[in-house]
């Protein structure tokens, strides 16, 4: 009885090592860290900084009268569109008007006694003194008759530009002087972009390099535009220097003063290993990175140390420690650690 019992305890304890060996083959399996890794392989890097630019209209035009007068009347109102050439507002000109009638009798008196003056002249009767005032006093009444006219000209005021009224300052019955704004018109088809960009930058931009443009006001508007001109001035009070882009203003959605986004082309190179900075690691040696070693048909982790470029937009440039071809870990790696097997998920 004591013989069957033995054996059924050597029995049990060996089913229940055996039972003990399977779970530990089957937690083997499961502890491997399931990661995807990424073959490293040269491509171009691009590296951006941004500025923030503003919009101005090239033809913009502040309308102020060339001489001073009461304004009689405003032909045009705020948001109309106008020709150049078109009349915007007139003057009051009674006192020009008025003097331009005295002008013009006094002168019809003047082209006559010019005129018997020359045919007395003409036949060698009279004083040459006599001819010479007449013909003074007609030419000086002349002259006298086109300033008139011309004063007369200018309190019409006329549109320098194709445009749009956008404000108008002052009302019929008010005063216009001039250097005083009676209204301002623009033209928005074509657009300058504005932007101060460091001094630090000086070397980096220069006329006919392409940026990037965008709108925070327009998410989907982004265009390439090439740099317009460049300031040849440092601004002592900020150290930077001024930077134009030209564009066309497709339908007129831009509108001046709008801020602008513009990013610059500082840094590029053509073959050069990039990763994602967010699998860049650091520790007390420095920056490292997991990649995959095969050994015995096991994929290890290992952990290299790098040596970083530039960053742009979660991606950065390696330039030392790691080598075009080798597997990188690019997901799960907050979970491996240098020598452990690992398993990987993806082709």
């Given at each position: 009885m004591k013989k069957?019992?033995?054996?059924?305890i050597i029995a049990f304890l060996a089913a229940c090592s055996s039972s003990n060996d399977k779970a530990t083959e089957k937690k083997e399996v499961i502890v491997k860290t399931p990661v995807t890794v990424t073959k490293l392989q040269n491509m171009e890097f691009n590296h951006f900084f941004k500025v923030s630019g503003t919009v101005e209209a090239i033809n913009s035009a502040f309308i102020s009268p060339e001489i001073s007068g009461q304004i009689k009347n405003i032909y045009v109102e705020e948001g109309e569109r106008v020709m150049k050439g078109q009349i915007l507002a007139k003057l009051n000109t009674s006192l020009t008007d008025n003097g331009i009638n005295e002008l013009k009798t006094s002168l019809e008196l003047a082209k006559t006694i010019y005129k018997k003056q020359k045919q007395l002249w003409d036949k060698e009767i009279g004083s040459e003194i006599q001819f010479l005032e007449a013909k003074h006093n007609k030419e000086s009444l002349e002259n006298k008759l086109k300033t008139l006219y011309a004063q007369q000209e200018m309190a019409i005021i006329k549109a320098p530009i194709n445009?749009?009224?956008?404000?108008i300052f002052l009302k019929e019955g008010e005063l216009g002087i001039p250097g005083m704004q009676i209204m301002q018109i623009v033209n928005l088809n074509d657009l300058y972009i504005n932007a101060d960009v460091a001094e630090s930058h000086i070397a980096d931009i220069k006329t006919g390099d392409e940026v990037v443009l965008s709108f925070s006001a327009f998410p989907e508007m982004e265009m390439k535009v090439p740099v317009f001109r460049t300031g040849n001035i440092i601004n002592p009070a900020n150290r930077t220097f001024k930077v134009q882009l030209k564009i066309k203003n497709q339908n007129e959605k831009l509108k001046p003063n709008l801020i602008s986004l513009i990013l610059i082309n500082d840094f590029s190179v053509e073959s050069v290993l990039v990763v994602p900075s967010e699998i860049i690691k650091q520790d007390i040696n420095g920056s490292y990175l997991y990649v995959i070693e095969k050994i015995d048909n096991k994929n290890i982790a290992?952990?290299?140390?790098?040596?970083?470029?530039?960053?742009?937009?979660?991606?950065?440039?390696?330039?030392?420690g790691v080598k075009a071809g080798e597997m990188v870990v690019t997901k799960g790696y907050a979970q491996v650690s240098a020598g452990v097997e690992v398993s990987i998920v993806n082709n």
């Open positions: 069957i019992l033995s054996f059924a445009g749009i009224v956008d404000e290992r952990k290299k140390y790098i040596k970083t470029g530039m960053s742009y937009k979660e991606k950065t440039m390696i330039a030392e």
